[in-house]
């Protein structure tokens, strides 16, 4: 995926690399990672091209100054999945 050229100045866009825990099976994982620029009480959109199969991104947004929290969900009803490390990007408006 290509990083854009130019983001607005009222826009922060992030590539964040993160290697999360292992999830049992049909559970979930709040993780939360440190993204300079983050604030508060602004819609943040966050995606990761390279999810293994069993994995959903099922939630995210900025819990605090600097700060994004997101939740992985392993809906494999059989196996836990312990997710490679990959980047993540993160777009604030």
């Not at 854009?4 to 290697?19: E, L, Q, W, Y």
């Not at 999360?20 to 604030?39: C, H, N, Y």
């Not at 605090?64 to 990007?89: C, E, G, H, P």
């Amino acid at each position: 995926m290509a990083r854009p050229k130019m983001v607005h100045a009222g826009i922060a866009f992030k590539v964040i690399t993160v290697d999360a825990a292992e999830i049992a099976a049909q559970d979930d994982l709040d993780v939360t990672a440190t993204v300079a620029g983050l604030r508060s009480g602004h819609p943040c959109i966050v995606w990761a091209p390279s999810l293994e199969a069993q994995l959903v991104l099922s939630n995210a947004h900025c819990s605090a100054a600097n700060t994004l929290k997101f939740r992985l969900t392993n809906i494999d009803a059989a196996a836990a999945v312990n997710a490679a490390s990959q980047s993540m990007y993160v777009v604030q408006f």
